[in-house]
Structure formats: structure tokens, C-alpha cells
């Protein structure tokens, strides 16, 4: 299986210490992807969309561990039930407002994203086909939504 990136975000995260851990904690902070033109066709009508979701691999994740202890919580959890970035297939889902589209140049807010970071693809975000009334959020639904930003626990 082999993927070949589609562009890069910039970003003004430079070290994966401190970055957001979720774009929801990176409120206002802007940042940009910039697409291969050879892609570039391919955001036609893109800018009709307030948000996109950005799948991107964690180039600078490496290793895993099936239980680990996420952010915002002390106790272990299994590592699909978390979001935690170090996963035997490094790849990252971040939704972000799409604030305009330039020729191959998007730029994005509340980037939670580290500068350099290798873009896969780019889908709409559209709440009638995400969102369930009947969700269930597991054990984070007993926490608080506070600050969420990176400590060294995931960095190499």
C-alpha cells in the first residue's frame, strides 16, 4: 500500500510539544495547505464549503502501544478508543474551517496540525452525513472539555 501525499500544511506549530491536540483546541489559529498543482483542478467548488476534513499522515509519529493514557485523562484506554497520534498506521483526521480557496492554495483555521505535515486527501465536511443524534462518546463523555494542548507523552 503505498500513498503519495496531495500537498503539505503550513502551519505555525513547529514542534509537536505544545501543539493542539484537536483542531476544537486550536480555535482562531490559522494556517494553510498548500496542494500540488497537478491537484489543483480537483478544488473546484471546494470553496462552497465551510469546513473540510483533512486526512494527513503523522510524519513525525513513530511506535505505538495498544493501551496507552490519552490526553485529558489519567486512566488507560485502549488505543482505538482513543485519538492519540502514535498508531501502527500513522494517519491523522482533523475537520478545520476553509476560510478561502486561492488557486492551490487553502487556507485553513483552528489548525491543529504540525507545520510540514504530508496532506492524503481533502473531503467536504457535511454535517448531514456525519453527525447521529444517538452518539456515544464513551469515556470521554465524563470529561470536561479544557485545555488541550500537547505534552510530551507522544513525542519522540
Avoid at 473546484?44 to 503523522?58: A, N, W
Avoid at 510540514?116 to 453527525?131: A, N, Q
Wanted: charge should be neutral.
Amino acid at each position: 500500500m503505498n500513498f503519495k501525499p496531495i500537498g503539505k500544511v503550513v502551519s505555525p506549530h513547529k514542534s509537536l510539544s505544545g501543539i493542539p491536540i484537536q483542531p476544537c483546541f486550536a480555535e482562531g489559529i490559522q494556517g494553510q495547505i498548500i496542494i500540488d498543482p497537478i491537484y489543483q483542478d480537483g478544488l473546484k467548488d471546494l470553496d462552497g464549503f465551510s469546513h473540510i476534513i483533512v486526512i494527513f499522515h503523522l510524519h513525525k509519529s513513530s511506535g505505538f502501544k495498544l493501551r496507552i493514557v490519552p490526553y485529558l485523562d489519567n486512566t488507560e484506554h485502549g488505543l482505538f478508543a482513543t485519538r492519540a497520534p502514535k498508531r501502527p498506521n500513522p494517519i491523522g483526521l482533523s475537520v478545520v474551517r476553509l476560510i478561502k480557496v486561492e488557486e492551490n492554495i487553502l487556507t485553513i483555521e483552528n489548525v491543529d496540525m504540525l507545520d510540514g505535515t504530508p496532506v492524503l486527501d481533502i473531503k467536504p465536511y457535511i454535517p448531514d452525513f456525519e453527525v447521529d443524534e444517538s452518539v456515544k462518546k464513551g469515556w470521554y463523555n465524563q470529561k470536561a472539555k479544557k485545555g488541550g494542548i500537547s505534552d510530551k507523552r507522544f513525542c519522540d
